[in-house]
C-alpha cells in the first residue's frame, strides 16, 4: 500500500487547500467574534454575537473537508486519488454555493482553488 505524499504540484495545491480550510475552521469555530474574525467576514460585534453558534458549525464543516484533502494526500496517489477528487468537488460546490449566497469573493477562495486541484489532479501534474 502507497502511503507517502508524491510531491506533485497537484497535491501541492491539495495541501494549500486543506490548510486553508484548517484556517477558516479556526476562524469561524474560535476567533467569529474576535476583531481579526470580524474583519474577515466583515461583522459587526452583534452580528458577530448573534451568528456565533452557526458559524462554528459552519466550521466543523470546513474542517470536514480538510479532514477529507489530507486523508486523499496521505493515501498516496493511486489510493487517494478519488478521495481528493470527492473533497476537491465538495468544496468547489461549497464555494458556488458561498458565492450565490453569502459573497462572491468566496468564488475565489473556495471554487477556484478547486477546479485548479481538479485540473491538476486531472492532467497528472
Keep these: 500500500m502507497e502511503t507517502l505524499v508524491t510531491l506533485s504540484f497537484a497535491n501541492l495545491v491539495v ?3 486543506a490548510l486553508l480550510h484548517v484556517y477558516i475552521l479556526v476562524l469561524e469555530m474560535f476567533l467569529w467574534d474576535t ?3 470580524m474583519k ?3 461583522l459587526t460585534p452583534e452580528q458577530a454575537a448573534q451568528t456565533k453558534v452557526l458559524a462554528a458549525n459552519q466550521g466543523l464543516y470546513n474542517g470536514f ?10 493515501q498516496g ?3 487517494g486519488g478519488a478521495f481528493k477528487v470527492f ?6 460546490v461549497a464555494g458556488l454555493y458561498g458565492a450565490a449566497t453569502a459573497n462572491r469573493r468566496i468564488l475565489f477562495i473556495q471554487t477556484v482553488p478547486a477546479l ?6 486531472y492532467l497528472g501534474v
Design 35 to 37: 476583531p481579526k474574525g
Design 65 to 74: 473537508l480538510a479532514a477529507g484533502l489530507f486523508w486523499g494526500l496521505i
Design 77 to 79: 496517489d493511486a489510493a
Design 15 to 17: 495541501l494549500l487547500i
Design 87 to 92: 473533497f476537491l468537488l465538495c468544496v468547489l
Design 116 to 121: 485548479l486541484g481538479l485540473v491538476l489532479l
Design 40 to 42: 474577515a467576514f466583515n
